[in-house]
């Protein structure tokens, strides 16, 4: 049973437009939440996050939402660039286990030049 | 810079080979975790530490183990190599010391062919 769910494995679009990453989870118990960006043949790396005390956190060109009442959250980049293409991972960790992550099975974005 | 390190970056070995995986991070993170990543799965825990002589079983551990000896390494050996062990690897750390804890690092990964 997967907790942390990517519907959709692939988006593309166009340079310069908004991507929108969706994320769903299952678990009412999770209450941090992250995204990570993957280049191929490299690990992961953070690349924002969220609690869930919180809706919305900004950091530069990349918003996170989250809808605790819809259990989902996206992953907003505007404008998108070339270089954002990479697959992108949901993460969530809950209240007492002890810093674990649980990850979503990510979307391949492509941003078209 | 701190970093975490990964060793071999590919293996190829045989099935029923014992291999290990190094992994190396010099951020002095006290909490390490290994994850595996295949197609529709995306990264699944097999195991993870939150110190010194610490080591628990993740989602995936059968077949696997890992030794925490020190604060900077965490190798994970696959006692008897499976063709479904065939995946790529990724370590990652994460402090203890605030809500950032849940923040991990992760390394650049191994790919592992088991034939």
């Known amino acids: 049973d997967q907790q942390v769910k990517q519907n959709s494995p692939s988006l593309s679009v166009q340079e310069g437009r908004i991507s929108i990453l969706n994320c769903d989870y299952t678990?009412?118990?999770?209450?941090?939440f992250l995204w990570y960006k993957k280049y191929p043949a490299e690990g992961p790396t953070f690349l924002i996050s969220i609690s869930s005390i919180k809706d919305k956190n900004e950091d530069g060109r990349f918003t996170v939402f989250l809808n605790k009442s819809a259990k989902h959250l996206s992953l907003h980049i505007v404008p998108s660039q070339p270089g954002d293409s990479a697959v992108y991972f949901c993460a969530a960790s809950r209240r007492g286990s002890a810093r674990q992550l649980t990850f979503g099975s990510g979307t391949q974005l492509t941003v078209l030049p | 810079d701190a970093e975490i390190t990964q060793s071999p970056r590919h293996k190829i070995t045989e099935t029923g080979r014992q291999v290990t995986l190094a992994c190396h991070q010099t951020?002095?993170?006290?909490?390490m975790f290994w994850y595996r990543q295949d197609l529709g799965h995306g990264l699944r825990l097999i195991h993870y530490?939150?110190?010194?002589?610490?080591?628990n079983k993740g989602e995936v551990s059968d077949g696997y183990s890992v030794s925490r000896s020190n604060t900077e390494d965490l190798p994970l050996t696959l006692e008897s190599a499976a063709s479904s062990q065939t995946s790529v690897y990724f370590c990652?750390?994460?402090?203890?010391?605030?809500?950032?804890?849940?923040?991990?690092?992760f390394g650049p990964g191994t790919r592992l062919t088991v034939l």
């Open positions: 678990n009412s118990m999770f209450d941090y």
């Open positions: 530490s939150y110190g010194v002589q610490d080591t």
């Open positions: 951020w002095n993170h006290n909490n």
């Open positions: 990652a750390s994460s402090s203890r010391t605030s809500r950032d804890t849940d923040t991990q690092y």
